[in-house]
């Protein structure tokens, strides 16, 4: 059973930096590219954030670029999304995703506030 965990968000204010993690388990996770996804309020979910299996392709929405760093650590089976110089806008709950079985994590918030 494929599962994912996100953890990491909260609230920090703009400027600030979170990273979050994606702890996965029930497949073989050195084999898949993963992504992070976001939900803001009343807008549709987008995708933030790709990374290869093998770490070595990242692609990045334009409104991240620069500012987000996706990585991860296949002896631990988890995907990280670093983000710094967090903005208003960025509040959203964030998703990891795993394309090839459909699966979606729970989420974490992330709110950016002062």
């Known amino acids: 059973q494929v599962q994912l965990v996100e953890s990491g968000g909260g609230l920090v204010q703009p400027g600030g930096s979170l990273r979050l993690s994606c702890a996965t388990s029930?497949?073989?996770?050195?084999?898949?590219?993963m992504n992070w996804y976001r939900q803001a309020p009343g807008k549709q979910r987008e995708l933030v954030a790709t990374i290869s299996f093998g770490g070595g392709s990242r692609n990045y929405a334009d409104s991240v670029k620069g500012r987000f760093t996706i990585s991860r650590d296949n002896a631990k089976n988890t995907v990280y999304l670093q983000m710094n110089s967090l903005k208003p806008e960025d509040t959203a709950v964030y998703y990891c995703?795993?394309?090839?079985?459909?699966?979606w994590g729970q989420g974490t918030q992330v709110t950016v506030s002062s």
């Open positions: 029930g497949f073989t996770f050195s084999y898949y590219a």
């Open positions: 995703y795993v394309g090839a079985f459909g699966s």
